[in-house]
């Protein structure tokens, strides 16, 4: 694109970046502060995630863009649209040929390969940050790995609602030392980032920060041996394509409570019925 | 000065890239090899090195440069702009041969992120002495053989592994070739 670099950031914003990434890599589950810049779309559009993908893209990329498991949401469309103008790569919506995978508060059904990398867009990387509302404190407690209050919290909601009652952004710890923020995904997700083959990078714009999981590495759920983290969804099959391993979406059709659910994930629902699964309802608009 | 500086990355922004991906492909797998479009960097740096500090240094990165690297002083100040031998803490070193891990900044244990990371020129990264890896970005325990680095490598490792999250990263860089040992890394002798 005329007047801009490559992929829209300067060259020097990018190595600023680039070094954060390599520190995070290395610490994994570890917040890196970076020089956030302002980007053409507002804080919590997925300014953090940009920059990021910004920072890895080259020209042989292929980049899938995802807002809640969709490709075709305001957010995904713009941003898969702002890389093919600014960087001239190939986009795609299926998550087998992208080799690099921009996503909002969802991780793909399919599962990733060693050759591709995901970029989280992250509102808030603080794990902490509902407990203790200060950075001073909530850094010394990363530095002591001292994570007594999130434990305190979980075991207030089994006191209190006889389970963990945490459906999205559910703390992780990363490799046995730093407690994580997942971004608010689905709990459901929580189990793909374990021993994931492909690089996660974390991408925070307004608060400045990045963070990083090595492929292969473990990521545990926080629970208790008497209360097994659990990976909660809708008890239904798939509408549309019949799936019953897949994150669903609940969506209301009518005003007699009528109720459809269908995947999260459209890539792999759009897979599915094209491989000729085809669910409850899916008949229905397969007839009209 | 007299003689005329090589020229630095042909593409500046797709070299970097490409370069970057490679780094940061070595450090997220650690031990992976990796060959990269080099430059022509000046006598005694090999290309690999060359590239890696065109593509992450800048004037915001103090940089500590072996005194047997002297020849390419001129090269790296003009190409990248980062202050060189400053008394800032070194946030890159160019070394040939392993410095003392213990007078770089190895980070706190609220900022483990402000350690330095060296980058180390070796004579080889397909022969040499064979060690192993473990730790994230690893499935397996992986082989890695690198000729140049100290008889007492895996003992002085070990002390900076120790220190986790704290800790100094390595890139390793001979000829066209590079690789990354990150701090979370443990190494034994094959």
């Known amino acids: 694109m005329k007047g801009y670099n490559f992929a829209y950031l300067d060259e020097q914003t990018k190595r600023m970046i680039r070094r954060g990434l390599l520190k995070a890599v290395a610490i994994p589950g570890h ?18 995630g940009i920059q990021v993908t910004a920072s890895i893209l080259g020209g042989g990329d292929v980049l ?50 060693d050759d591709q990398i995901i970029v989280y867009q992250v509102p808030q990387p603080e794990p902490l940050f509902r407990l203790e509302p200060s950075r001073v ?60 083959p492909a690089l996660q990078l974390f991408g925070a714009g307004r608060e400045k920060r990045i963070y990083a999981i090595p492929p292969w590495t473990r990521v545990k759920s ?43 994930d459209t890539d792999h629902c759009g897979e599915r019925r094209a491989a000729g699964h085809i669910g409850a309802d899916g008949f229905q608009e397969a007839a009209e | 000065m007299t003689s005329t500086l090589s020229p630095g990355f042909a593409d500046p922004v797709t070299d970097a890239q490409s370069c970057f991906r490679a780094v940061l492909d070595a450090m ?16 005694p740096l090999c290309e690999a090195a060359g590239a890696v500090l065109l593509t ?36 890159f070193a160019m ?21 330095a990371t060296v980058i180390l020129q070796v004579a080889s990264l397909t022969a040499g002495q064979r060690f192993v890896l473990e730790g994230p970005g690893l499935r397996e325990p992986k082989v890695l053989t690198v000729a140049g680095l100290p008889p007492d490598f895996v003992a002085i490792w070990q002390r900076n592994h120790a ?18 040992l990150p701090r979370s890394v443990s190494i034994k002798e094959a």
């Open chain 1, 31 to 48: 917040q890196v502060p970076f020089g956030s810049r302002e980007m053409p779309l507002p804080y919590g559009w997925g300014t953090g």
């Open chain 1, 64 to 113: 899938k863009v995802i807002d809640q498991g969709a490709d075709d949401t305001t957010n995904a469309v713009s941003i898969r649209r702002f890389f093919a103008r600014t960087a001239g790569v190939r986009t795609t919506t299926a998550t087998a040929e992208a080799t690099v995978i921009q996503t909002r508060h969802r991780i793909p059904e399919k599962q990733l390969r």
């Open chain 2, 163 to 180: 220190l986790f999250p704290r800790g100094i990263d390595l890139i390793l860089c001979a000829r066209n070739k590079l690789t990354a």
């Open chain 2, 56 to 91: 992450l240094a800048d004037h915001e990165t103090p940089l500590r440069l072996d005194p047997d690297a002297a020849p390419a002083r001129a090269w790296i100040a003009f190409h990248t702009g980062a202050p060189i031998e400053t008394d800032a803490p070194a946030m």
């Open chain 1, 222 to 264: 926080l629970d208790f041996d008497d209360h097994p983290f659990r990976a909660i969804n809708a008890p239904h099959p798939c509408g549309l394509c019949g799936a019953t391993d897949s994150y669903l979406d609940e969506v209301v059709t009518d005003d007699r409570g009528g109720r459809l659910f269908v995947c999260s």
């Open chain 1, 137 to 196: 404190e909530t850094k010394r407690m990363h530095g002591l790995a001292d994570y007594g209050l999130m434990h305190v919290k979980l075991y207030e909601d089994i006191s209190r609602f006889g389970q963990i009652s945490i459906s999205y952004d559910y703390p992780v710890m990363v490799n046995e030392r730093y407690l994580m923020s997942p971004s608010p995904i689905p709990a459901f997700d929580n189990p793909k980032m374990d021993m994931m």
């Open chain 2, 28 to 43: 997220a797998r650690p031990g992976r090899v990796h060959t990269v479009r080099g430059v022509s960097a000046p006598m």
């Open chain 2, 95 to 115: 070394a040939l041969s392993l410095p003392d891990l213990d007078t770089l900044p190895n980070g706190t244990d609220e900022m483990p992120e402000t350690s």
